[in-house]
Structures are given as C-alpha cells and as structure tokens.
C-alpha cells in the first residue's frame, strides 16, 4: 500500500516534475522578529489562504521548554488535544518531554480572511512584549506582527493576566501539492544549525519539494532559527521522525532510533545514585569526533562564513548543504579541543549505555529523559538530551567540586546526546522536604538541613567565585539538589548557568523563568538582570522551604507580594521572651531538634538573601560562612552565631 503510493508520487513526480509544482507560500525570513517594520511582506502575519480546502489538519512542531514540557501543558499553550498529542509522540498523556525537546502538535487549521491560522489562547504574564510571546514562548510559531493585529481592538499595552488570541503560523496544501500527493503541511521550527536539506531528510521529504513550498530555491535557501518551514507531507509524521538529524553521515550506520516507551508503570525505584569510579580506558573512536565536532561546531561555523551576505548578528546563517562536511581532521582548534577533552572526558559507546540500562528499558528509567543504570559495576544516572548540550558539557567538564555533579561522561548517538552523571543514593532534596510530601515518612533533621544548606551553599560559591569565567547556576530548586548516601548535597542540571560576564542581551532568557519562578529574582523577572545574586536571593528561597518544610508556591500563598513578608512576623519576635512565631514558622517536625536562637539566626540570614535590593544582598562566600558558623553552633549546642549577617 505504501510501496503503492510511493510509486504514485514518484509517478506524478516524473510526469510533472518539481519545478511545475509552483511556490506555494513565501518564507519568512528574518522579517518576523523586526516588529516595527510595517511594510513587511505579508508573510510574516501568516500563511496566505491558497489552498485547496478553508480547513485542514495540519501539524506543528515546538521545543520543549519548561514551563511548557509536559503533554498537557503544550496541548493547553498551543490549543492542542493532548490525547492526540500525547499519541503522535508516542507518549503518556502525564510524559515530561526533555527541556529542547521537538514535539510534533496536532492541529486544525483555518483560513480566516486572508490566512490561516491555528487560534490559541494565552494569558499575558509579567513582562511579556508581543516579541517575547512569538518567539520565546511559542518559539517563532507565531509573530508579533501577527498578535498585533489580534490585539488591535486592545489598548496598547499589554496586561498581565488578560487573555490573547495567539494566530499560529499553519497552512493547508495547494491543489498542486494536493496532486503531487502531499495532504499535510507542517509547520516546523527551525532551531540552529539547520538546513532545508537536513529538514527535509527528518521528514523523508524531497529537499525540492519543501523548498518550492517555502518559495525557496537552490541558490537561495537560507533559513534561520525561530522561523517556521512548511514541510509537505504524504503521511502525518510520526515521533521517530523528530529526533534531531545526526551531523554529517558515518561510516557506520547507528543502530535504529528507539524512543523511550512512555513511563508505564509507577516503578519503585528509589533515586539511587552513587558515585561513578573512574571508568576504564578511553577508546577514541569517532564517537569523539563526533562529539567534538558537534561541541565545536558553532566556533568553526564562524571562521568558515557561508555564503551569506549582511546576516545580522543574531542569526546564525545557515550551511549550504554540503558544505557541511568540513575538514574536521586539519583543525588544529580541533585537535587541541579535543586532546584537552578526551583528557577528563570519557566517551561511551551507545552500546555501553544500552547495556548499561537494559537498552533503556522502562524498568530503568527514574524520571523524564533520566535512567539509572550499571557500567562496570557503578551505579550511574544517564540523562538522554536533545539540542545543544555543549554549555552543560564545557561548564561540567571544566568545574570539579564536591557539591557540584560530577559529569562521568557522554555519549552521542544517533542525534541525542547520553550525558553520564555519578548517581546520588537518596534522590532530590524535593522528595524530603516538603511536609505534605506523599512521601512523608521522609525526613531531615535539623542537622542534615543545614548541612544540606552549606553544600549548595558553598557549590554556587565555588561557581562563582572560582571558576573562570564564573557562572551563575540560575536554576535553583528543591529537585536540582541531589543527595548522596551521606545526605551531602550535590547541584544538578546545569543547563541554564550562565557565564556572569556579558550580561547583556540575556533578556530574553525572561521566558526560561516561569517554571520555577518563585525562586527568580525581582530584578531578574523585572528587567531579566542577570548577576550571582540571582542565585543568592535562590538559595533564600531554597533555605526557606528547608526551614519550614513548605513549598515555594505555599509560601507564596501566604504573602501579597514579597516572599520575604513571610519573616515580617518572626522577625518581630526577635526581642520578646516567646518563641512561637518562630516555632510556627519552623517546619513542625524539627520541634525540640533546633535551637530558636540558631534557628533565628537562620531567618535573619534567609532575609539578608531575599533582599529586594540584589546589592544588599551577602554574597555567596559570606553565606557560606555563616552557615558553617551555623552548622557548628549546632553541633557544639552553642546558644547564638556569634558573627552576624551585616546589617541591611
Ligand atoms: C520598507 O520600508 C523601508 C524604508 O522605510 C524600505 O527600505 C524597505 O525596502 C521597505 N520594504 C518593503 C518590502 O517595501
Ligand atoms: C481528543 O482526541 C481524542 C482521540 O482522537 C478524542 O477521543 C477526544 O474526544 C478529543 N478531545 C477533545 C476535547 O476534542
Ligand atoms: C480565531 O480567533 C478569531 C478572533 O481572534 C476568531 O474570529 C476566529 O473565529 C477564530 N478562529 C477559529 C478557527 O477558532
Ligand atoms: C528568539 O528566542 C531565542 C531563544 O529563546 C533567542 O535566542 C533569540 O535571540 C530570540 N530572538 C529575538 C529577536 O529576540
Ligand atoms: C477589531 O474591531 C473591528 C471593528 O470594530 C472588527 O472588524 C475586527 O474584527 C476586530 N478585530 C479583532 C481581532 O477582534
Ligand atoms: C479537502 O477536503 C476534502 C473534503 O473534506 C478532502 O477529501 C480532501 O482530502 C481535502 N484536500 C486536502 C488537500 O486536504
Ligand atoms: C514513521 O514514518 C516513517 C516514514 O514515513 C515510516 O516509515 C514509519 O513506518 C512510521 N512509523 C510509524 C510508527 O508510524
Ligand atoms: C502516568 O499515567 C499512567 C496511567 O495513565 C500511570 O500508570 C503512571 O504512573 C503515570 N506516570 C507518572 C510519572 O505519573
């Protein structure tokens, strides 16, 4: 059947050959992100009303992003059935898609007036500019000249909390793609480094005939990211198509891609991780070179300019197919790379981690993209990754302290990156915490809560203060601190750090917030200031939940604005003789484990880092030595810190 219809359409293809097959819609370009021109082609308010049918089903793709990761909250941003989502991706309706994750999103399509579009709706957050909602949460699926329109009958601004008719960027198939057999268009996102050819190959489509849909051709074909590429389609796609092209093609063909089957049953298995010894041999395959070539890539790209004239400086013109086949071995960049890697580094085979994981068998997998499993006898936690990965790999490859993870090694195949982590036995300080855990016969004493405190503590001040360039972590939360059997703290996920230094330009990373924003910054979700103060008003916030055992969002209940409100009372209580406030502040199961004179210590502390003011805030390096103070003050049973925070 299928055989038949491949003949069909290479039949019709012979008969009428690409060329005949006219241009069906103009690409975009870069015109979608300059929102003050107004002469722009029509292009960027949609995709022009020529098809066949007024309504069709079409198709989208979106990367993954928190707070936008999981099936459900995907289908609700872009007004998906999360049923159908969930099913042509192969996935559980309650999945957690990996942060760069490309996800294929089921759509109805219409022409209204004189272009289609997929209507959803958006509730407008904080700070969000018709630009940051076209391209930062929707990726590039719409454009802020198409949600200006919608918003014409609106005033001016934009007010957080109203609603939005967002038009997202989707066509149907002309009468001559309808002939050449194409019964579906995909709107997909171009992200960086990608090519029409590469594209086309994701999807099986001949490189001719997305051109044509996109009004592209051979010497003009340069696309650029956050932009949409029509991609015509026989059949709808399906999951195994949207994993990332591998870079330029092998000798060895890599064994046939297997996404992982949808978490099935709840499966026990406590978060245990372990220390990875040191693994045996490096063997260089080519795998290495792969690896580096990938990291290395986007450097080399700059001293080799494709053929592209004035791109502007945001935009990462686009290889010509073909050109992407570069001299690898003659690049002396290249070999230094990758003998300074291959020297700390280890690469795993694709086989090793198969085995390793029982070819990453549901069984072991232990949340999202992570898996647990065994390589030479240690534990090991492996998290499977799309997209660029090389920031998590240089800052981890590069920083080497206790309470940071330590990155054992990686492996790429077949488009994903396998990044091998040492495993923490007691799992994510989220699973203890909080008092209305399910898992509530989970505890900490006083004692190991602050210990907990100093190793995150002292971490983010190694990040700050003794890497070069520093790094702000920017990721602060209860499920990125592991535990080890020790219940020693140890920083995870790194792949928001940021280099402190050139801050600018970083506004945009505004969006990356929501998911765990009550632990951003003011300044941060205001003006997306980016400083190692936003980590410090994290850990407050971090420190606040290990204190009183509630979440952030709990806490945010309890205030009307500022997080720090909640000390107001406490903090009242300083001078009286009675403690309960602060008793009631505490999380109820350290009753009679701490000292109220320690523990008001520690408010005065969390207070100093939830300063609204970044600057007034202690920096990580006087954190950490007041909670040493702490930690011994409650070893030795010693009444009060006899160093205080400095007034603020
Ligand atoms: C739009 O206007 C600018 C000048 O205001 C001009 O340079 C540009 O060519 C115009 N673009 C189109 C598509 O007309
Ligand atoms: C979503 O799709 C499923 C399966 O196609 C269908 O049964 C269900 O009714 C749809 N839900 C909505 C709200 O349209
Ligand atoms: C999309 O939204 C517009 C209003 O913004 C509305 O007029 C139109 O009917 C909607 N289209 C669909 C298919 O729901
Ligand atoms: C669009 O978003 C991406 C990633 O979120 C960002 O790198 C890019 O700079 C943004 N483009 C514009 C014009 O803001
Ligand atoms: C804006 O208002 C005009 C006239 O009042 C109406 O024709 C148009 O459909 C409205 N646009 C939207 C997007 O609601
Ligand atoms: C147009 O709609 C008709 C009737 O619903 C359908 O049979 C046909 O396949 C559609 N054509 C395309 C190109 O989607
Ligand atoms: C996915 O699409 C490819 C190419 O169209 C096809 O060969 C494969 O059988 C499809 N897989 C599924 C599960 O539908
Ligand atoms: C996802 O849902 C299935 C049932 O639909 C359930 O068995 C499974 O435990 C859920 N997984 C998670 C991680 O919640």
Redesign the pocket.
């Known amino acids: 059947m299928l055989a038949l219809r491949f003949f069909f359409v290479c039949a019709i293809l012979l008969i009428c050959p690409p060329i005949l097959i006219q241009a069906q819609q103009p690409y975009i370009r870069k015109l979608s992100t300059n929102c003050a021109v107004t002469n722009a082609s029509t292009s960027v308010f949609g995709y022009a009303c020529n ?3 007024d309504t ?1 089903q079409a198709y989208l793709t979106f990367r993954s992003k928190p707070p936008y990761n999981t099936v459900v909250s995907i289908a609700g941003l872009l007004n998906a059935n999360a049923t159908q989502l969930s099913q042509l991706n192969l996935v559980s309706e309650n999945y957690t898609f990996g942060t760069g994750e490309t996800v294929l999103v089921p759509t109805r399509c219409s022409c209204l007036g004189q272009f289609y579009q997929a209507n959803t709706t958006y509730v407008i957050q904080s700070g969000d500019t018709p630009l940051l909602i076209a391209n930062d949460t929707f990726g590039g699926l719409s454009t802020c000249h198409a949600i200006n329109t919608e918003r014409s009958n609106l005033t001016t601004d934009i007010y957080t909390g109203s609603r939005l008719t967002v038009p997202l960027r989707c066509a ?2 002309t009468e001559k793609q ?1 002939a050449a057999g194409i ?1 579906y268009l995909l709107s997909y996102l171009i992200t960086w480094g990608q090519t029409v050819s590469a594209i086309s190959a994701i999807f099986g489509v001949d490189t001719g005939l997305t051109l044509q849909a996109n009004e592209l051709s051979e010497t003009d074909f340069n696309i650029y990211p956050f932009t949409t590429l029509l991609v015509p389609l026989s059949n709808p796609p399906n999951k195994s198509q949207t994993i990332a092209p591998p870079p330029p093609p092998t000798t060895s063909p890599p064994p046939s891609p297997l996404s992982p089957p949808p978490p099935t049953s709840a499966n026990d298995h406590k978060w245990v991780y372990m220390l990875v010894g040191v693994l045996g041999g490096v063997v260089l395959t080519f795998a290495i070179g792969l690896c580096i070539f990938y990291l290395f890539f986007s450097k080399k790209k700059k001293t080799t300019p494709p053929t592209v004239s004035s791109a502007s400086q945001s935009f990462e013109a686009i290889v010509k197919p073909g050109d992407k086949k570069l001299d690898i071995d003659e690049d002396s960049e290249f070999l230094e790379s990758l003998s300074s890697i291959a020297q700390s580094l280890k690469v795993y085979k694709f086989e090793q981690l198969q085995s390793a994981t029982q070819d990453f068998s549901p069984d072991c997998l232990i949340k999202g993209s992570v898996y647990q499993g065994t390589i030479n006898g240690n534990l090991v936690a492996i998290k499977k990754m799309h997209g660029d990965v090389s920031n998590e790999i240089r800052l981890l490859n590069t920083i080497h302290h206790h309470n940071l993870i330590h990155l054992a090694g990686v492996c790429f195949d077949d488009g994903h990156w396998y990044l091998v982590y040492e495993f923490a036995v007691n799992g994510p300080l989220s699973d203890w915490i909080y008092y209305n855990a399910l898992s509530s016969n989970k505890s900490l004493n006083w004692m190991q809560r602050i210990q907990i405190a100093l190793d995150v503590a002292n971490g983010l001040d190694y990040l700050h203060s003794y890497t070069t360039p520093p790094y702000v972590y920017k990721n602060l939360e209860s499920s990125n601190i592991l535990l080890d059997g020790d219940f020693r703290a140890k920083i995870t996920n790194f792949d928001l750090a940021r280099s402190a230094e050139g801050q600018e330009g970083q506004f945009a990373l505004t969006r990356h917030i929501v998911g765990t924003r009550g632990y951003m910054s003011p300044e941060y979700l205001e003006n997306g200031l980016i400083s190692t103060k936003l980590d410090v008003y994290g850990f407050g916030v971090l420190l606040l939940e290990i204190v009183t055992g509630k979440h952030v969002s709990d806490l945010y209940e309890m205030v009307n604005k500022n997080l720090s409100e909640v000390l107001y009372d406490v903090l009242q209580e300083e001078n009286t003789d009675t403690n309960e406030k602060l008793t009631s502040f505490i999380d109820q199961r350290l009753q009679g484990n701490y000292l109220p004179e320690l523990a008001m210590s520690l408010v005065k502390l969390i207070d100093g880092c939830l300063s609204k003011d970044p600057s007034a805030r202690p920096d990580m390096n006087e954190v950490s030595q007041y909670l040493s103070r702490i930690l011994t003050a409650s070893q030795a049973g010693a009444l009060s810190v006899t160093i205080s925070v400095q007034a603020r």
Do not use: Q
Request: proline share 12%; with cysteine.
């Open positions: 098809g066949v049918n069709c149907c198939p309808a019964n």
